[in-house]
């Protein structure tokens, strides 16, 4: 059963017109995560949900920006989609607190084009 | 800033071959690593999670060990399989909220 739902799996938008992906988890997890992940490259990571505390990264563009409106769901919004925002976009949830590690639990991310 | 550098980047080997995947870091001070699993077009399976104390872990065919203060992983595979074809991706684990710093992966082929 999967846990970290991302839809849709493929999104097209055209350029500059606004587009949003979707999280959903089932697990209860505390943080809640979004990484962009270019062709060949490593995962980078956006941004991040800590319960309802978000986090940007330093180099994160401000085109890019995020809503965790309950514990389970969390969207990516791209305001002006730019060829450069071609790329998988990845989901992923972690429980902190608590006695030791999580690993992290990715969703099968959403695969962005941009015409 | 924390880099992590995987290397070979691709790797082809026969079915049944042993292999170790490589990856390091550049600052210790690291929570935990962990090793993902990434088929083409897809997410990432977390296959193994290794805590900063912890010298190594294993799962089924799976080892991985961690030297921290040489900024080191590895993941072996025993045994190997055409299934086992991906892209291996280690990640350092860092920050108040376990943010990942991943590396660029090793893309393997076992052949049939």
């Known amino acids: 059963d999967a846990m970290v739902i991302q839809n849709p799996r493929y999104q097209v938008t055209q350029f500059g017109k606004p587009v949003t992906l979707s999280c959903s988890q089932t697990l209860n997890h505390n943080v809640m995560y979004w990484y962009q992940q270019k062709s060949s490259q490593a995962p980078k990571l956006l941004f991040h949900?800590?319960?309802?505390?978000?986090?940007n990264e330093a180099d994160t563009p401000d085109n890019f920006q995020s809503r965790r409106p309950n514990t389970s769901f969390c969207f990516l919004d791209i305001r002006s989609p730019g060829l450069g925002d071609a790329a998988m976009y990845l989901c992923?949830?972690?429980?902190?607190?608590?006695?030791?590690?999580?690993?992290?639990?990715f969703g099968d991310g959403t695969r962005l084009s941009i015409l | 800033k924390q880099e992590v550098t995987q290397i070979p980047a691709a790797l082809s080997v026969p079915e049944g071959e042993n292999l170790v995947l490589n990856c390091s870091f550049t600052d210790s001070a690291i929570y935990n690593l962990q090793w993902f699993r990434q088929d083409p077009g897809k997410g990432l399976t977390s296959l193994l999670l290794?805590?900063?104390?912890?010298r190594e872990q294993t799962s089924g065919r799976l080892n991985a060990s961690l030297d921290k203060s040489s900024g080191r992983s590895t993941l072996y595979i025993a045994a190997s399989q055409p299934g086992d074809s991906a892209t291996y991706l280690c990640?350092?684990?860092?920050?108040?909220?376990?943010?990942?710093?991943f590396g660029s992966g090793t893309q393997l082929t076992v052949l049939p």
């Open positions: 992923a949830t972690s429980r902190l607190g608590g006695a030791s590690n999580q690993p992290q639990h």
């Open positions: 949900y800590y319960d309802k505390d978000f986090n």
């Open positions: 290794i805590q900063s104390s912890q």
């Open positions: 990640a350092v684990v860092l920050g108040s909220a376990r943010q990942l710093t």
